[in-house]
């Protein structure tokens, strides 16, 4: 299972661009890269997942170089309420018994 | 769609009993479902792979006598915490798997259950 590194933590203001790096320079060629947000006390949750290049959804964007030993997460414009621990992850979901690996995670505060 | 619940949300025990934690996938059929574990401040550790209808596989340090896993159908899997003790307690977290098409799957998380053991 490729392993992953990212920052600690990152601290922001509202309405700023935040941008996570993570490291897997194991990656797979099967694996693809997801990324999940968990507040606390909570189950983590699904925010983006892609294979390269970039990938965007409704609330932010993955961006994956062409040899895919990093990517970044990027969220726009974030709240409050983007105040979690985010997860970067790799993984071969072609396998319906993929195991994921969680890493450290980086535990982003948004400040007033 | 994809809903993953568990039961209960969080439970207070006294050491030595028997806890079951529920894991159910609501709107899709599961073949396999996962058990992790997630002290606070900390990330979550993956303690087991529930297969529908076998026998589980445990990573490696995790007591298969302490944590019995069941998987009985495509929608329910439960953990049995055995003869818990205060380190036992933690955020025990399901998830399940849900083919999405195009050869690929997905993880869906459930909600987590706070055990605490007095």
């Known amino acids: 299972l490729a392993k992953t590194t990212q920052p600690i933590s990152m601290d922001s203001y509202e309405g700023q661009e935040v941008n996570i790096t993570c490291s897997h320079n194991?990656?797979?060629?099967?694996?693809?890269i997801t990324w999940y947000q968990q507040f606390p006390s909570q189950g983590p949750r699904f925010i983006i997942q892609?294979?390269?290049t970039k990938v965007t959804n409704e609330v932010a964007s993955l961006f994956i170089p062409a040899d895919r030993k990093s990517s970044t997460l990027s969220l726009p414009r974030v709240s409050l309420s983007d105040t979690a621990v985010y997860y970067c992850?790799?993984?071969?979901?072609?396998?319906?018994?993929?195991?994921?690996?969680f890493g450290g995670g980086t535990r982003v505060l948004v400040k007033p | 769609g994809a809903v993953v619940s568990q039961h209960p949300s969080w439970v207070i025990c006294k050491s030595g009993t028997s806890v079951k934690i529920e894991c159910r996938s609501l709107?899709?059929?599961?073949?396999?479902m996962f058990w992790y574990r997630q002290f606070p401040k900390q990330s979550l550790m993956l303690m087991a792979t529930?297969?529908?209808?076998?026998?589980?596989?445990?990573e490696q340090g995790v007591e298969k006598d302490k944590f019995l896993i069941n998987h009985a159908s495509l929608t329910l899997s439960t953990l049995t915490v055995t003869s818990a003790h205060p380190e036992d307690s933690s955020f025990y977290i399901c998830?399940?798997?849900?083919?999405?098409?195009?050869?690929?799957?997905?993880?869906?998380f459930g909600p987590g259950t706070r055990l605490t053991v007095t």
């Open positions: 992850l790799v993984g071969d979901n072609k396998a319906a018994g993929n195991k994921l690996t």
């Open positions: 709107d899709f059929q599961a073949t396999t």
């Open positions: 998830s399940a798997t849900n083919w999405q098409g195009a050869m690929s799957y997905e993880q869906y």
């Open positions: 194991n990656i797979a060629t099967n694996d693809y």
């Open positions: 529930s297969n529908e209808g076998s026998k589980a596989t445990y």
């Open positions: 892609g294979y390269k």
